[in-house]
């Protein structure tokens, strides 16, 4: 299993900006597909969106139109760009490395990171 490690969270006003990193310890060009979710406090994990070996994607209607996962896999990093930042993004955003086409007990998860927006 490859480490996963999240960074990029903070703080950041309505309508702004964040751009998060998931760093793999290896290689992520055989990994099925690189997944973010992101959870709030008290609630079930949300995805937000998925991005396969073949670059396919796939967002929550809650965020098309304003996330863009994006994947390099020379630098084995996977990037979430969140723009037009609302108060309901608030969560620890997780980055799940998916080793085959569904889920299953291989699959790798990051730390997490902390995105707060504020009205």
């Known amino acids: 299993q490859v480490q996963l490690v999240e960074s990029g969270g903070g703080l950041v006003q309505a309508g702004g900006s964040l751009r998060l990193s998931c760093v793999a310890s290896g290689s992520i060009v055989s990994i099925n597909a690189m997944v973010w979710y992101r959870q709030v406090s008290g609630k079930q994990r949300e995805l937000v969106t998925y991005?396969?070996?073949?670059?396919?994607?796939k967002y929550a209607d809650s965020v098309k139109g304003r996330f863009t996962i994006s994947r390099d896999n020379a630098k084995n990093t996977v990037y979430l760009e969140m723009n037009s930042l609302k108060p309901e993004d608030t969560a620890v955003y997780y980055c799940k490395a998916q080793r085959y086409l569904s889920p299953s007990s291989a699959d790798s998860w990051g730390q997490g990171t902390q995105v707060t927006v504020s009205s």
């Open positions: 991005i396969t070996s073949a670059g396919s994607t």
